[in-house]
């Protein structure tokens, strides 16, 4: 049965409770409705940005033609059919929930809104604000319809071999139509979405804001009922207590009497100044009186008090009680309840006597031996002991130097006064370890970075620990705290934290941590309308400085450079080195015109700038490439890309300038489209799909035993096995240094097919075959090795090999082309100088290179019948090479008209169409066809 108290309790809270209850339904239904309605507004951005990005792959894939690009544009329309299948599947009348809920966790909506977004449909489909944005939708779904149609329509005209771009233009036009049509949609959804989220949201406050009042109404009314009662029952509680107090105000211990049924407590005027209250001070009830002993005797004297209610055993106990000043002194108490006719207590009275002093006589030796012996313990670390008040009684001499405080002016002050600390990171206080000790009984060690407040010093970096002392009853008496310096293991940690995200040549961030801050800021323009801009620096002379004075004066001009633009940038902005030469900038919420000035003036700053090393100077210069984000590219790599492109146009068209990139700019278009090709030349490598391709070079006229000679030609067959001319690739690998990748390719299979095929012939019969190398590999120091290492591998005789060095290529690396002409020819090689007279230096560095053939640069050639000036340099480099003793070869040679007036002037040997055409390399054909062979990448 209810007690009838328990039924008072009922009455006084029911309408409270229900109250409640009514505003907790309102505001989980109202809170479930919002949340509902926000995973709509993410599922729009999922979906929105999946259109977009399917948009995106799609133009590219009509530009690029690259299944690749159509994968990904089916990967991101999936989403959008997910969602229309989810759409359509709940306008059902009885829907299939599971496919619904499949659907739309392919949609990319997270699987704990599902369930809330179903219910929100199917619930408030016909409510104004839901059925407006499903029509959105449906009207979204239908666009989305259109768009994958024209999509398929476009692959198939592809597939079907369409390369047009004006036959695709139509199919790509409807894209963007469909695009632009889809973009308000998704405006108007959100806005349906967001003003529907508002309603409800206002429609909860004020739901809130009427059961407040209906409750405050409520808490008056029983307030005032209760007040009057509480009046008329301490009016006869002070009259029975009167009477109680002159009974035994004859005693000299305190006298306490206790109602279990109504949780009164009596206390005489003794008990109450025991503990430091006057008369009438004390205002306890059960529970209050139970905080009031120590937390370490509490459970003891509550098991105490249970066995002697239930079993009559005597109560008699020594417990600590906390006095009006704070602090726990001993006392003994003893009881004796009073018991009913059925045996049940109905009453319990006793004694309180003070002990303290006794206690604490024999606790005193047990005290100072355990302090002691822990203090011992600790004594390599700095030591503090204090009581169970958190008082300091002990430091030792490490824990006075590392403090600041003596042991005489820390004694008996508060702990927080002589250790304080603070967190490292946030400079906000740490809460008292000790008193977690004394509380929970326990061991407490530092967690975090933690300083140490000294007295009268800096603050300095320790861990702490602390543990509790305990007296021979197990009772907590006091705490140990020890610690110890860290601050040279914080300087090592730091150091390491500084070294992981800055440059340790100039100090600077390094890629790293300026991508992490690219990617924070990109993710911040997604959700806000803010403009940031990106600069790409490349210092132009930065390897005429360190080819000529070493690398020490390259890495001093590095730390200048950064010096110089540190200064010129705005509080906040982001100055990193990104390796080598290379700088980044990452201008946050700046505009395009302040980014373009900033740009400007960190050029304006380098191409002043003199650099003097020793007895020398340089001037510097730098090409920028500045990306603004808002109007370009949106994910990181799309931004470093950009800028990179844009570094190079500016290098291209003269250094030291600033180049704005531009979606639509061609030239950025080309430098995109060579450094697409970066990738693809990678995986022909990969994939083996380079080949050889042959051309004959024939003797003008008849020469007694004159060798075969023959150009190798390289060429690349793309993913679809299409033969890709030179042109298209090679510009991209020059770019990118991806020359030598290849021509240790061409080396390697030139090498060993003609080992393969040529194996004990007589190396005259078989001829010369001559292998294009770049400017590149000649630079490579390592490249020389290589060569003699395929030679050793494929035993090919040297004499085979005529290696072609373009004139430019050792104009510009003159000592290093010699060295290299000059190593390989000792041992049987030959050289020959290709596209020779192009250059304005050619007859004055002629002398110089021991080169066996000069090639005629074939603009000179193809035109020399209709031009005389070209007719007379074919005949002077001829002459000139005559007289140098060096055979001379005439290439492009596409008429026998021009053949014929070659051998007038008596130039050696023609190569071009009208002698033969480049075919796949065949090395035995070409025997029996006694053609001399050459690799050329050209």
């Not at 509902?36 to 999946?50: D, F, H, L, N, P």
């Not at 005597?314 to 006392?331: N, V």
């Not at 990452?586 to 380098?606: G, M, V, W, Y």
């Not at 095929?757 to 490249?783: C, R, V």
């Amino acid at each position: 049965m209810t007690k009838p108290g328990g039924w008072r309790l009922v009455r006084i809270i029911w309408p409270f409770v229900v109250t409640v209850l009514l505003l907790l339904l309102l505001g989980h239904a109202s809170l479930t409705v919002i949340s509902a309605i926000r995973a709509y507004v993410g599922a729009e951005s999922q979906w929105s940005k999946a259109q977009k990005s399917a948009v995106i792959h799609l133009e590219q894939y009509g530009q690029t033609r690259n299944e690749d690009d159509y994968s990904r544009y089916l990967a991101e329309i999936a989403v959008n059919l997910s969602d229309r299948k989810a759409r359509i599947e709940l306008e059902k009348p009885h829907p299939d929930f599971n496919i619904a809920r499949q659907a739309l966790v392919a949609g990319r909506n997270h699987p704990d809104d599902i369930d809330d977004m179903i219910n929100l449909f199917r619930r408030f489909r016909n409510v104004s604000f839901m059925a407006k944005a499903i029509a959105i939708w449906a009207e979204a779904d239908t666009q989305i319809g259109e768009l994958d149609q024209t999509a398929r329509a476009l692959h198939a005209a592809i597939g079907a071999g369409t390369r047009e771009p004006a036959e695709l233009r139509p199919l790509l036009l409807r894209v963007r139509a469909i695009d632009e049509r889809l973009t308000p949609l998704v405006v108007s959804f959100s806005a349906t979405m967001g003003a529907a989220s508002r309603q409800t949201g206002l429609l909860l406050t004020l739901s809130n804001l009427l059961v407040a009042v209906a409750l405050a109404l409520i808490a008056a009314l029983r307030t005032r009922h209760l007040i009057r009662q509480g009046e008329a029952f301490e009016s006869a509680l002070r009259t029975s207590e009167e009477r109680f107090d002159y009974a035994i105000s004859g005693s000299n211990d305190g006298i306490w009497d206790w109602n279990s049924h109504s949780d009164e407590i009596y206390f005489s005027s003794r008990f109450e100044e025991l503990l430091g209250y006057a008369a009438g001070g004390m205002r306890e009830t059960t529970a209050s009186f139970l905080r009031r002993i120590h937390p370490a005797d509490r459970k003891t004297v509550v098991v105490r008090l249970r066995e002697h209610l239930e079993r009559g055993d005597a109560f008699d106990l020594d417990f600590r009680l906390r006095t009006h000043e704070g602090d726990y002194r001993w006392f003994r108490a003893r009881g004796r309840s009073v018991r009913g006719a059925e045996g049940e207590p109905r009453r319990m009275a006793g004694s309180l006597t003070d002990i303290s002093d006794r206690k604490q006589a024999e606790a005193q030796v047990f005290d100072e031996k355990e302090r002691a012996q822990v203090t011992l313990a600790s004594i390599a670390d700095a030591v503090i002991t204090v009581d169970t008040l958190g008082r300091v009684e002990y430091l030792n001499p490490i824990a006075e130097r590392l403090t600041g405080w003596r042991q005489e002016d820390a004694h008996r002050s508060p702990l927080q006064e002589v250790f304080s600390i603070l967190d490292e990171s946030t400079g906000g206080e740490v809460a008292d370890p000790v008193a977690r000790a004394l509380r929970d009984g326990c061991t407490v060690k530092s967690a975090g970075n933690i300083v140490l407040r000294r007295r009268n010093d800096a603050p300095i970096a320790i861990d702490h620990s602390v543990a509790p002392i305990r007296d021979r009853t197990g009772n907590t008496v006091g705490a140990v705290l020890a610690f110890h310096d860290m601050s040279r293991e914080r300087q090592y940690a730091a150091r390491l934290a500084h070294l992981a995200s800055h440059d340790a040549l100039t100090g600077l961030l390094n890629r790293r941590e300026f991508e992490h801050r690219l990617n924070l800021a990109l993710a911040e323009g997604q959700h806000q309308d803010v403009n940031h801009a990106v600069l790409y620096l490349d210092l132009d002379q930065f390897k005429v400085v360190n080819d000529t004075c070493g690398h020490a004066a390259g890495d001093e001009l590095l730390r200048q450079v950064s010096a110089l633009l540190r200064p010129r940038l705005r509080e906040g902005d982001t100055l990193a080195r990104l390796g080598g030469d290379e700088f980044g900038v990452l201008l946050e919420h700046c505009a395009a015109t302040p980014a373009l000035r900033i740009a400007d003036s960190l050029r304006k700053t380098i191409g002043d700038f003199h650099f003097v090393w020793k007895t020398r100077s340089f001037n510097v210069g730098v090409s920028i490439g500045l990306v603004n984000i808002a109007e370009g590219p949106q994910t990181l790599a799309q931004v470093l890309s950009a800028a990179d492109a844009a570094c190079y146009v500016a290098k291209d068209k003269g250094r030291n300038r600033v180049q704005v990139y531009s979606p639509e700019s061609d030239e950025l278009t080309l430098r995109h489209g060579e450094m697409e090709w970066v990738n693809r030349i990678h995986r022909a490598l990969e994939e083996n799909r380079f080949c050889l391709y042959a051309q004959p070079i024939h003797a003008t006229r008849s020469i007694a035993d004159a060798p075969p000679y023959t150009e190798l030609l390289l060429r690349l067959r793309d993913e679809t096995n299409e033969l890709v001319p030179p042109m298209a690739f090679i510009p991209a690998a020059e770019r990118y240094h991806l020359m030598p990748a290849i021509d240790r390719w061409v080396i390697t299979t030139a090498f060993d097919v003609l080992a393969r095929h040529f194996e004990g012939k007589d190396a005259a019969a078989i001829g010369t075959y001559a292998i294009n190398l770049s400017g590149a590999s000649i630079g490579d120091e390592e490249f020389l090795d290589f060569v003699r290492t395929q030679f050793v591998r494929s035993h090919i005789p040297h004499s085979y090999i005529c290696f072609e060095i373009t004139e430019t290529t050792a104009v510009t690396s003159l000592s290093k082309a010699t060295e290299f002409i000059v190593a390989l020819r000792g041992l049987g090689c030959r050289f020959a100088l290709d596209d020779f007279g192009v250059g304005v230096s050619s007859l004055t560095y002629l002398k110089h290179l021991p080169v066996d053939y000069l090639k005629i640069d074939g603009s000179f050639v193809k035109d020399m019948l209709d031009d005389p000036v070209d007719y007379a340099m074919v005949e002077a480099i001829h002459r000139i090479g005559n007289i140098m003793g060096k055979k001379t070869i005439a290439e492009s040679v596409e008429s026998r008209a021009i053949l014929d007036a070659l051998r007038t002037i008596g130039v050696d040997y023609a190569q071009g169409f009208a002698i033969a055409a480049p075919a796949p390399f065949v090395p035995l054909r070409a025997v029996r066809a006694k053609t001399p062979r050459r690799v050329a990448v050209a």
